[in-house]
């Protein structure tokens, strides 16, 4: 028995609560056994408190004890597998559509990302945004080439249901010690008439999020991803005709003036 395989038999015995492989490996005692369950619910109970730290409007909008039990199941499909926590729930908002029950699930998972997109924000380095004077400074004949990417607090969000305005809520409502802290919100969700379409942002410690048209969400989604300025400009052909450049020229000034972009090339 290596140490290596040790640190394994007590991994799998810590993440899965089977002790069988360490049962193998080790003899346990009934005192070994017992500091092993305490491994196992302090393991359970730090990533629970990492979850809820992540997500306290989702917490809110599902209730205590639904979220806790949510969670649980969210734990055994997904353990941790870093050292580091910051990362850790990455996956539930897909997550959220195959195992909540008795909730709108569309709306869950739309919040939970929402959430996550928020905290993300938060932490999230400065970058270093383009000016517009620095973009005036750029001979117009090689706009057609210039390329941008998101600062690295800035992402798109798209919704179709009321996860925003449940979120704005909530988090309004978090102040109201009168609301026992257990007790789902008596919130209806409802399915959007049309997509909305947010950006989200931190300007110095403060994220904000705001929404935008579908055109120009579209047209920045291609600047996000790295098309070239004249492919920008290319779609908006259709409805704009020889102002096609002139609409995204304006669309990129108020970005740049937001700093939500970095300069590429």
Same mark, same amino acid.
């Given at each position: 028995?290596?140490?290596?395989?040790?640190?394994?038999?007590?991994?799998?015995?810590?993440?899965?609560?089977?002790?069988?492989?360490?049962?193998?490996?080790?003899?346990?005692?009934?005192?070994?056994?017992?500091?092993?369950?305490?491994?196992?619910?302090?393991?359970?109970?730090?990533?629970?408190?990492?979850?809820?730290?992540?997500?306290?409007?989702?917490?809110?909008?599902?209730?205590?004890? @639904?979220? /806790?039990?949510?969670?649980?199941?969210?734990?055994?499909?997904? !353990?941790?597998? =870093? *050292? +580091?926590?910051?990362?850790?729930?990455?996956?539930?908002?897909?997550?959220?559509?195959?195992?909540?029950?008795?909730?709108?699930?569309?709306?869950?998972?739309?919040?939970?990302?929402?959430?996550?997109?928020l905290g993300r924000a938060f932490g999230a380095a400065q970058g270093a945004p383009v000016?517009?004077?620095?973009?005036? @400074?750029? /001979?117009?004949?090689?706009?057609?080439?210039?390329?941008?990417? !998101?600062?690295? =607090? *800035? +992402?798109?969000?798209?919704?179709?249901?009321?996860?925003?305005?449940?979120?704005?809520?909530l988090k309004m409502a978090s102040t109201d010690t009168h609301s026992p802290p257990t007790?789902a919100p008596p919130i209806t969700p409802e399915t959007a008439d049309t997509p909305t379409?947010?950006?989200?942002?931190?300007?110095?410690?403060?994220?904000?999020?705001?929404?935008?048209?579908?055109?120009?969400?579209?047209?920045?989604?291609?600047?996000?991803?790295?098309?070239?300025?004249?492919?920008?400009?290319?779609?908006?052909?259709?409805?704009?005709?020889?102002?096609?450049?002139?609409?995204?020229?304006?669309?990129?000034?108020?970005?740049?003036?937001?700093?939500?972009?970095?300069?590429?090339?």
């Amino acid at each position: 028995m290596t140490l290596h395989q040790l640190q394994r038999d007590f991994q799998y015995a810590l993440i899965e609560r089977n002790v069988s492989a360490l049962q193998e490996s080790t003899a346990l005692t009934e005192g070994t056994e017992l500091a092993l369950s305490i491994y196992q619910h302090a393991y359970r109970v730090r990533l629970r408190d990492a979850l809820r730290s992540h997500y306290p409007i989702l917490e809110k909008y599902l209730g205590r004890m @639904a979220f /806790n039990a949510y969670v649980d199941g969210y734990i055994s499909r997904y !353990p941790s597998r =870093s *050292v +580091s926590l910051t990362d850790y729930g990455d996956q539930l908002a897909a997550d959220c559509l195959a195992h909540l029950n008795d909730v709108d699930v569309n709306t869950a998972s739309e919040l939970a990302a929402f959430e996550w997109l928020l905290g993300r924000a938060f932490g999230a380095a400065q970058g270093a945004p383009v000016t517009v004077a620095q973009l005036s @400074a750029i /001979n117009p004949i090689h706009w057609a080439g210039l390329r941008f990417t !998101p600062v690295p =607090s *800035v +992402s798109r969000h798209t919704v179709t249901t009321s996860a925003v305005t449940i979120w704005r809520q909530l988090k309004m409502a978090s102040t109201d010690t009168h609301s026992p802290p257990t007790a789902a919100p008596p919130i209806t969700p409802e399915t959007a008439d049309t997509p909305t379409h947010w950006v989200i942002a931190r300007v110095d410690l403060d994220v904000r999020f705001q929404s935008i048209p579908r055109e120009e969400a579209s047209a920045l989604d291609r600047v996000l991803s790295g098309s070239p300025f004249a492919e920008v400009c290319e779609p908006l052909a259709a409805h704009h005709g020889e102002e096609a450049a002139r609409v995204a020229a304006t669309w990129l000034k108020r970005w740049i003036e937001a700093g939500w972009l970095e300069l590429v090339s």
